[in-house]
Nanobody, 116 residues
Framework: QVQLVESGGGLVQPGGSLRLSCAAS????????MAWYRQAPGKQREFVAR???????HYADSVKGRFTISRDNAKNTVSLQMNSLKPEDTATYYC??????????WGQGTQVTVSS
C-alpha cells in the first residue's frame, strides 16, 4: 500500500507561481513512476506531468514550458513547480504513483485556484 499526501495548493493571481508537493510512503519510492493529474469542475481528470524512476519527464502540451516536475528519492517526494499560471489551470491536482508491479495509487488532491 502506498499513501500519497499532496500539499501546496492555494489561490494565486494569473501569471503567478505555486509549488505542489507530494509525500509518498513506501520503501521503494525510487522505483515508482510519479505523475500529476488535475480535474476541473465538470471535466474529466487529465494528465499533467510524469517523471519516471530514471527521471525522464513528460508533460501535457497545455503546461509544457510552464510546469516542471521533479523528484527527491531521498525524501520520497515529488514536486510540481507551476509558473505563469492561467485561470484555466484552476483544478484539483492529484498525485499518482505507479509501481513496477502495475498498481496505481492516488492522493486526496489539493486545490489550485488561479484568479484575480
Amino acid at each position: 500500500q502506498v499513501q500519497l499526501v499532496e500539499s501546496g495548493g492555494g489561490l494565486v493571481q494569473p501569471g503567478g507561481s505555486l509549488r505542489l508537493s507530494c509525500a509518498a510512503s513506501g520503501s521503494i519510492f525510487s522505483s515508482y513512476t510519479m505523475a500529476w493529474y488535475r480535474q476541473a469542475p465538470g471535466k474529466q481528470r487529465e494528465f499533467v506531468a510524469r517523471i519516471t524512476r530514471g527521471s525522464n519527464t513528460h508533460y501535457a502540451d497545455s503546461v509544457k514550458g510552464r510546469f516542471t516536475i521533479s523528484r527527491d528519492n531521498a525524501k520520497n517526494t515529488v514536486s510540481l513547480q507551476m509558473n505563469s499560471l492561467k485561470p484555466e489551470d484552476t483544478a484539483t491536482y492529484y498525485c499518482n504513483a505507479a509501481t513496477p508491479a502495475g498498481r496505481t495509487y492516488w492522493g486526496q488532491g489539493t486545490q489550485v485556484t488561479v484568479s484575480s
